[in-house]
């Protein structure tokens, strides 16, 4: 059997938002020899290749219309553990959830998680992912103790904090456009329980929001909850939940809270209601009103009944709170797109109110929004500030005129953000200008990156969309922006190429 993809077959891929979506051809090794293998290939053929984990970013990050894509999934074993130190070394393929199964009855714990346990360690580290503490514990790639990575080359690099630097804190956070990670050594956390001690209480307003989560940088985790319906004095109010491991000996039956059956999360709502099935009744709710009603009710709840609430919660519970509705991103009957943007502390309280009233007066209803506290880290494209974020999630309309004046939105708030020295993640992306990503990187992550490519990856093999849309163009001085629908990667069908072996059209 040959073990390139089949070059007769183009296969749809979408981002996790739906939003972005194209055909590629398909390729799925499990061994790095494959890979390297398939690397000339490409070039033989003129293709460029986009690195793929479980395709959970937004937008286009993972995408690459016409060419190959290099899905990882596969790739996913367990090379090393030492439950006495917490190092686990794995292939990029293993998951978030994967890792907590593997460790967590040992005593140990993922030290960042996303909002979803999907993810794969490869697209984690691409992104340089941060967790509800990341003003404290920093970005997942602060504590990768190593890593190896395939460049297209030919070349298979080990890198580490201290060997070959460099390359150690661009590769991560590069969006796969230097190389592919193939092994990735982790320091996990110690655990003592798998409960948290978590405590909710409601903020009245964005100020109020802002100012406890400061407040409460001593906590493990924070996140807050920010109601996007209502305006005036109550704008941007919403609930905090802070949580804290526990210590040694505060959990009197530490082997059941971590065993993994307890940290299951329950298939059914109440009960009763098979939470498989409730996707398909969210887009009954996904409206200006259903939204308002939903956002009053919880915030109601978080003032009165929960309000200084005090509890034990299971970590994965805790952390992983999307999973609790499978396959919830299919109630956006066009896609939804995700926005986030990171503020520095002193300008994100007028950055966020303008935002959310932008959004308000053009009509455009934000469902789940969520802040949370941020440091700046050392990697090439890091998204962090010492400040916040606050990501909205956005439905897609329907009409080619609503979404271009969801993209026209998106614009306006992209330029509050800018103007306030605000940045941006590509793992969230579908809205940049290149313009836009040359502001907010600045020419001297633009030349390192450069330069980096060239010397990782001269023939230009690895490629995205959203290599093609932002940074490709911005490396070239920004060139003139992708027209609404390009950019926003609307679903477009009728546009989606059909290119064939060698045809090149996109990119290389
Ligand atoms: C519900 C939900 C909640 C989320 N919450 C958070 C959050 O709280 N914090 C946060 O930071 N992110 C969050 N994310 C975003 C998500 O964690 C990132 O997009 C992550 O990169 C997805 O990993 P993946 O395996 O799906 O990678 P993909 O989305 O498939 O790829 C991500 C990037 O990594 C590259 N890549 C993939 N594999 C490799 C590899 N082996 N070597 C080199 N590059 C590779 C790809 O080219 C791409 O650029 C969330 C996403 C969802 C859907």
């Not at 505060?250 to 299951?264: F, G, I, M, T």
């Not at 163009?473 to 390009?486: E, I």
Request: charge should be positive; aromatic fraction near 10%; hydrophobic fraction near 40%.
């Amino acid at each position: 059997m040959s073990i390139f993809p089949d070059f007769d077959r183009l296969t749809p891929l979408t981002g996790f938002g739906r939003a972005a979506q194209s055909t590629s051809y398909l390729y799925r090794p499990t061994h790095v020899e494959q890979i390297a293998e398939l690397f000339r290939e490409a070039a033989t053929r003129g293709l460029s290749v986009a690195l793929r984990g479980a395709g959970r970013s937004y937008g286009d990050a993972a995408l690459n219309a016409g060419q190959i894509v290099l899905d990882l999934q596969r790739m996913n074993r367990v090379l090393a553990w030492d439950p006495a130190t917490g190092v686990i070394t794995v292939e990029p393929g293993v998951t978030i959830e994967q890792l907590w199964k593997y460790t967590l009855e040992d005593g140990w714990w993922p030290p960042v998680v996303p909002g979803t346990m999907f993810p794969t360690l490869g697209g984690c580290l691409g992104m340089n992912i941060h967790g509800k503490n990341n003003y404290h514990t920093g970005p997942i790639g602060e504590h990768v103790l190593a890593c190896e990575a395939l460049l297209p080359t030919g070349e298979l690099v080990r890198c580490a904090p201290g060997e070959r630097p460099d390359l150690f804190y661009s590769l991560i956070s590069s969006a796969g456009l230097l190389g592919v990670f193939t092994s990735i050594t982790l320091q996990l956390k110690r655990i003592y329980s798998g409960d948290l001690a978590v405590e909710a209480w409601a903020a009245p307003s964005l100020q109020d929001m802002l100012a406890d989560i400061d407040r409460c940088r001593e906590a493990d985790y924070i996140v807050g909850w920010v109601d996007g319906t209502t305006g005036g004095a109550h704008l941007g109010r919403g609930q905090i939940h802070r949580a804290r491991y526990l210590a040694p000996g505060e959990d009197a039956h530490p082997a059941h809270s971590l065993s993994l059956a307890y940290q299951d999360l329950p298939d059914t709502l109440f009960g009763l209601i098979p939470k498989a099935i409730i996707w398909r009744f969210m887009p009954l709710g996904l409206n200006r009103l259903g939204m308002r009603f939903a956002n009053l009710g919880k915030y109601l709840i978080s003032r009165t009944l929960s309000h200084h609430h005090l509890y034990r919660q299971g970590l994965v519970a805790f952390n992983f709170l999307l999973d609790y509705v499978p396959r919830w991103q299919h109630g956006y009957r066009h896609g939804l797109i995700q926005y986030q943007t990171f503020i520095p502390q002193a300008q994100a309280a007028d950055v966020y109110r303008a935002q959310l009233a932008e959004a308000q007066g053009r009509g455009f209803a934000t469902f789940v929004n969520v802040l949370k506290r941020h440091r700046p880290d050392r990697f090439l494209f890091s998204h962090a500030v010492d400040g916040y974020s606050l990501a909205i999630d956005f439905k897609v309309p329907g009409s080619r005129s609503g979404r271009t004046d969801l993209y026209a939105m998106t614009q306006r708030l992209n330029e509050i953000a800018l103007e306030a020295g605000g940045r941006f993640y590509f793992a969230k992306d579908s809205t940049l200008t290149p313009a836009a990503a040359a502001r907010y990187l600045g020419p001297d992550t633009l030349t390192r990156f450069a330069a980096l490519k060239a010397r990782c990856d001269p023939g230009g093999l690895l490629q995205t969309e959203l290599y093609r849309r932002v940074l490709a163009p911005a490396l070239n001085g920004g060139a003139p922006t992708a027209p609404a629908a390009a950019a926003l990667r609307l679903p477009e069908r009728a546009a989606v190429p059909e290119a064939g072996p060698g045809s090149n059209g996109q990119g290389r």
